[in-house]
């Protein structure tokens, strides 16, 4: 079985990590779609500050991912026709837009299942980004003593 789930994936943290590793477990092949710059730049205000390619890079290197494919529309039909997915794994932010509405009818007219997880409300990168900024603002104005 293929197994298949996408994201943007910038900042790649423990909650990644808890997604890719239980999407493993429910197949023999796991795939995992990578949002290109322009594609996030389309829906989100916070916009990767890490490049598409060195995303992809991390995650052809962990041991649970055997694949890492991008995509440069915001559409999965294509992907998972390629590649015969079985199960598409996704957030509980799904949502009903119409990419993922025509994505639902696809895997639904081919017997296909999707799998709904939640997130580990413990961290996100847009939490990271946060956390980096309130971090750099608070030494900014910190004064140092020199003795």
Same mark, same amino acid.
């Given at each position: 079985?293929? +197994?298949?789930?996408?994201?943007?994936?910038? *900042?790649?943290? %423990?909650?990644?990590?808890a997604?890719?590793?239980?999407?493993?477990t429910?197949?023999?092949?796991?795939?995992?779609?990578?949002?290109?710059?322009?594609? %996030?730049? &389309?829906?989100?205000?916070?916009?990767?500050?890490?490049?598409?390619?060195?995303?992809?890079?991390?995650?052809?290197?962990?041991?649970?991912?055997?694949? %890492?494919? &991008?995509?440069?529309? *915001?559409?999965?039909?294509?992907?998972?026709?390629?590649?015969?997915i079985?199960?598409?794994? +996704?957030?509980?932010?799904?949502?009903d837009k119409?990419?993922? +509405?025509?994505?639902?009818?696809?895997?639904?007219?081919?017997?296909?299942?999707?799998?709904?997880?939640?997130?580990?409300?413990?961290? &996100?990168?847009?939490? +990271?980004?946060?956390?980096v900024?309130?971090?750099?603002?608070?030494?900014?104005?910190?004064?140092?003593?020199?003795?």
């Amino acid at each position: 079985m293929i +197994i298949y789930t996408v994201g943007t994936f910038d *900042l790649l943290h %423990v909650g990644h990590l808890a997604l890719l590793e239980y999407c493993k477990t429910l197949g023999d092949k796991f795939v995992v779609g990578v949002a290109s710059d322009e594609v %996030v730049n &389309s829906y989100k205000l916070n916009v990767p500050v890490i490049p598409l390619s060195q995303r992809m890079e991390m995650l052809k290197a962990l041991k649970c991912v055997d694949a %890492v494919v &991008s995509y440069d529309e *915001l559409e999965y039909v294509t992907n998972c026709k390629e590649l015969n997915i079985d199960i598409f794994v +996704i957030g509980e932010d799904w949502g009903d837009k119409p990419h993922n +509405i025509a994505v639902e009818k696809y895997l639904k007219s081919e017997g296909k299942k999707l799998v709904q997880v939640s997130y580990n409300p413990k961290t &996100s990168s847009t939490k +990271i980004k946060q956390n980096v900024i309130a971090q750099t603002q608070k030494t900014k104005y910190m004064t140092y003593t020199v003795v």
